[in-house]
């Protein structure tokens, strides 16, 4: 079974500061892509940030970029420079190849002013 | 990227009816949309795969006959919850994209679903 787990239901950071937030996940397969999704108290979802796994790269937008770790089954988010608007709900998310999506459970990120 | 309309954004209902909910591609022929349930504090749960001119898939556990899911075409999927029940009140989510390629889904703003 594929699974992804965020092992962090809140996050906090001060405001301009850095801050990870973690996911793991399990599968067999080799070639997937990985997410990070945002929904904010709108509860729309937007995309932060996206990673191929045949990529050794980590991914970066702006400052937003990632750790990818494929041996370890680790794909954390490290936002710098956090600003209010970051605050929101963040799931990584995983297409393993079958077409479908599949969340993590979830990190609530509160900013401190 | 493309964009995606749901409708409406919320609704409240009587115990009993059913209700419909829509999901747009306004600017993507989607052969493929997905619809998500969301409990309040939790993650997002595929409930279908919507596929154009034929049968949805349902995810396990998922009661098709409840759940009814129609994608006649290329830019329009339809959710329908029949003889809804409390336990039905929840935020439904459908997305386009996300399918065997690494570009990424396309939410629609969700649909607060409340049976009373």
């Known amino acids: 079974a594929q699974t992804v787990t965020q092992s962090q239901p809140e996050m906090s950071v001060q405001e301009a500061e850095t801050v990870t937030l973690s996911c793991t996940y399990d599968t067999s397969e080799s070639d997937y892509y990985l997410f990070w999704y945002k929904q904010p108290p709108s509860r729309q979802m937007i995309l932060v940030i996206r990673q191929e796994a045949y990529k050794q790269q980590n991914a970066t937008e702006n400052r937003f970029s990632v750790n990818f770790q494929k041996a370890a089954k680790s794909f954390s988010l490290k936002i710098s420079d956090s600003q209010l608007g970051d605050a929101a709900m963040y799931f990584c998310a995983f297409n393993f190849g079958n077409e479908k999506l599949t969340f993590g459970t979830g990190t609530r990120l509160t900013i401190i002013p | 990227g493309a964009v995606v309309s749901q409708h409406p954004s919320w609704v409240i209902c009587k115990s009993g009816t059913s209700v419909k909910i829509e999901c747009r591609s306004l600017d993507f022929q989607a052969t493929t949309m997905f619809w998500y349930r969301q409990f309040p504090k939790q993650s997002l749960m595929l409930m279908a795969t919507?596929?154009?001119?034929?049968?949805?898939?349902?995810e396990q556990g998922v009661e098709k006959d409840k759940f009814l899911i129609n994608h006649a075409s290329l830019t329009l999927s339809t959710l329908t919850v029949t003889s809804a029940h409390p336990e039905d009140s929840s935020f439904y989510i459908c997305s386009v994209g996300g399918g065997l390629t690494n570009t990424e889904a396309f939410f629609g703003q969700g649909t607060r679903l409340t049976v009373v």
């Open positions: 919507s596929n154009e001119g034929s049968k949805a898939t349902y």
